[in-house]
């Protein structure tokens, strides 16, 4: 006999045997009553030993536990859109530029009646020097994560070409790396062009039910 089958039967003996004590048939009652009652407590109880090992089990299985929403998306503008304001305001384009994955898709509306430019990874730092832009900033609106992992992130963003200047809204797609750094992959602006507006898609993640815009996937470059 297993210590697991001793420790379910001791409850169950001692209890009909005290109860049996009290004679007749509501005694036989009343033990049998008791002993169920005393199985049924020792057949859901989880052995010390069981309880002990379940931080070494999720060890063993791999098992991480991800940080809180909220705590990924402090590191998100503290890592990546702190630094990239800072160097967009000191017109520091190269610097820029490394924000951006070399294969991100930047799409700029432009006046009315014109196409959209569209402008790979790897060219964001040129472009930017060529916009004229005079000590510009750029504001976090909305982040959304996506997936289990928390990856990828889709911001709003607000952001003023000139001091002084009409902000505009932008929207982008951000992705991070095995080695932990965030990186631009996708950078759409001004939303409030027809044009560029056109061309993001709602989206919804299956996870928390949030619902994203992004680019339509068959735009990209």
Request: charged share 20%; aromatic share 8%.
């Amino acid at each position: 006999m297993t210590w697991h089958e001793r420790d379910r039967i001791g409850p169950m003996v001692m209890a009909t045997l005290l109860l049996l004590s009290a004679g007749g048939s509501c005694g036989m009652q009343v033990a049998r009553r008791a002993a169920i009652g005393a199985g049924l407590a020792a057949a859901v109880s989880v052995p010390p030993a069981f309880a002990s090992t379940a931080g070494a089990l999720k060890v063993a299985s791999g098992y991480v536990e991800l940080p809180k929403p909220a705590v990924t998306i402090a590191k998100l503008k503290a890592e990546l859109y702190a630094p990239y304001a800072d160097a967009l305001t000191r017109g520091d384009w190269s610097a820029v530029g490394k924000y951006y994955l070399p294969t991100a898709t930047l799409v700029q509306g432009g006046a009315p009646g014109t196409s959209p430019k569209f402008v790979e990874g790897s060219n964001v730092g040129s472009h930017f020097a060529g916009r004229g832009l005079t000590k510009p900033s750029l504001v976090v609106g909305t982040v959304v994560l996506e997936g289990e992992d928390q990856t990828v992130a889709h911001v709003t963003y607000n952001f003023e070409p000139t001091a002084g200047a009409k902000p505009y809204q932008g929207l982008q797609r951000v992705v991070r790396g095995k080695d932990g750094s965030w990186k631009i992959d996708e950078d759409v602006f001004p939303l409030e062009n027809g044009k560029i507006y056109g061309m993001i898609k709602p989206q919804r993640d299956l996870l928390s039910g949030k619902v994203f815009m992004q680019l339509d996937p068959a735009l990209r470059l």
